[in-house]
């Protein structure tokens, strides 16, 4: 059966870090482009970062550009999310989204629509 499973959340306090990794399991991820949502309670899911299947190209919301970065390991079927200088607003649960594209699509959408497979999230909270 098809898998992503996301790992690494966890209570930090305010400017702290934490590193999300995405695993995949029953297939691998080389031709898929990998997104992060998150949703915080009594809100709608937002996009957070995405990457390509390559790892060319990377897309950030404003709300986390400078203090996140994605980044892929496809020889161990891994996405990463490294999170630093947390703040409270980003306590949300945090799920990692598969696009299968193809080789000439190397690029991210941030369009919830458009991805195929999706975990089951982790929780990420932000606190003092």
């Known amino acids: 059966q098809v898998q992503l499973v996301e790992s690494g959340g966890g209570l930090v306090q305010p400017g702290g870090s934490l590193r999300l990794s995405c695993a995949a399991s029953e297939f691998t991820l080389d031709y898929y482009a990998i997104g992060w949502f998150r949703q915080a309670p009594g809100k709608e899911r937002e996009f957070v970062a995405g990457?390509?299947?390559?790892?060319?190209?990377?897309y950030y919301e404003d709300y986390v550009k400078g203090r996140f970065t994605i980044s892929r390991d496809n020889a161990k079927n891994t996405v990463y999310l490294q999170m630093n200088s947390l703040k409270p607003e980003d306590t949300a649960v945090y799920y990692c989204?598969?696009?299968?594209?193809?080789?000439?699509?190397?690029?991210?959408?941030?369009?919830?629509?458009?991805?195929?497979?999706w975990g089951q999230g982790t929780q990420v909270t932000v606190s003092s």
């Open positions: 989204a598969a696009d299968r594209v193809t080789y000439e699509a190397d690029y991210v959408t941030n369009m919830d629509f458009d991805y195929d497979y």
């Open positions: 990457i390509s299947w390559s790892g060319s190209s990377t």
